[in-house]
């Protein structure tokens, strides 16, 4: 897959890394010492950074290592490295996803002082998976909410060998800045802000066969965060948006007449789905151009002119003053950094 292929997937606001740090630093540690030994710049300077996944899955190993937690620091007591391993191999020896749900509230458990992390509910046909804050830092944690909700969810997704349909999404912090992201990796539209943090399924996933094999528990526990970001959701109409005009990004993206043709709605439909979710076209487009850019910056060897033609641009000095608007520096000061 080239570059330009992987940057489809939007990369990580940099201000997500101080939330995953936040248990290592509530556990004493100097979080600046360890971006430093990873190869990152200090939390001060990252705040106009966007990381790549693969930055992401380094910072998130670093932290576990260092602190012998698979938890990130976010729980009562430590969870062993190797335990999700563990979990995951167990979890394939077990009949169906009930089995599944009931195991892996009672292994979280362990880590929260006994305490179960899950309220398993069922109501109207549908199930309902809740999660139980026990504390201050879990209940303030935006990373904290998505890890659990979202890793437990691909874990089933997983085990049942099918990505499985999720109603609804509910965290208990703010996502107005994040809701195109978290629309990607949990593959829903339907994600809001309330008091509870929950994820919705219809009732009928919990006799669904696991099928999953134990050997694949290796591989899927030591790039869970990985595949977790990489996973995409191809019901997201943002990012049906992003696979139909990326392979136009050199040469002039489609207009929007031409781009609900593709979609099989009216323009006035896609303009007023797009408005709904808080985006339009025009960002959709420059956000993939950004992401490209950052990508071909980061990981290519073209100079900015060839990476200006790029993402769509004719004059270099046109993109330079694009790219300082998303990012607050130029493309050479920003590769240089």
């Known amino acids: 897959m ?3 292929e992987k940057s489809i997937k939007s990369t990580i606001k940099a201000t997500f890394v101080k939330e995953v740090l936040a248990g290592y630093t509530e556990s004493g540690h100097d979080p600046d010492s360890l971006l430093e030994s990873l190869g990152f710049k200090p939390l001060s300077e990252l705040e106009n950074h966007l990381l790549s996944v693969a930055d992401f899955h380094k910072l998130s190993v670093g932290i576990s290592e260092t602190l012998k937690d698979e938890m990130l620091g976010f729980t009562a007591s430590p969870m062993p490295v190797g335990s999700m391993k563990f979990l995951n191999q167990t979890l394939t020896q077990l009949q169906a996803l ?10 979280h458990g362990l880590f929260n002082e ?6 398993i509910e069922k109501n109207d046909n549908k199930l309902f998976l809740k999660l139980i804050l026990h504390s201050q830092i879990q209940a303030t944690s935006p990373y904290y909410m998505q890890r659990m909700l979202l890793g437990t969810y691909k874990q089933l997704c997983w085990l049942a060998k099918t990505k499985l349909r999720l109603n609804k999404v509910s965290l ?7 809701l195109s992201e978290l629309q990607y990796v949990f593959g829903s539209l339907d994600i809001i802000e309330s008091d509870q943090c929950y994820i919705e399924f219809s009732e009928d996933i919990s006799p669904k066969p696991i099928v999953q094999s134990p050997e694949g528990a290796s591989v899927f526990s030591e790039k869970s965060n990985f595949y977790t970001l990489l996973w995409p959701n191809l019901d997201a109409l943002d990012l049906k948006i992003r696979l139909l005009i990326s392979p136009h990004i050199s040469t002039g993206f489609p207009c929007l007449t031409t781009l609900s043709d593709q979609l099989d709605i009216s323009p006035q439909t896609l303009s007023r789905w797009l408005s709904e979710h808080s ?29 200006a033609f790029k993402v769509g641009y004719q004059e270099s000095s ?18 240089q950094r």
């Open 172 to 178: 208990a912090c703010p996502i107005t800045n994040a």
């Open 114 to 119: 006994n305490n179960p992390v899950f309220s």
């Open 2 to 4: 080239s570059i330009v």
């Open 279 to 307: 985006t339009n076209y025009q960002t959709i487009k420059d956000d993939l151009r950004r992401d490209v850019a950052v990508a071909l910056l980061k990981n290519s060897p073209l100079s900015v002119k060839e990476i």
């Open 318 to 335: 046109a993109f330079s003053k694009a790219f300082k608007h998303w990012l607050g520096v130029s493309p050479t000061a920003y590769r």
């Open 98 to 107: 009930d089995a599944a749900l009931m195991a892996l509230n009672n292994f």
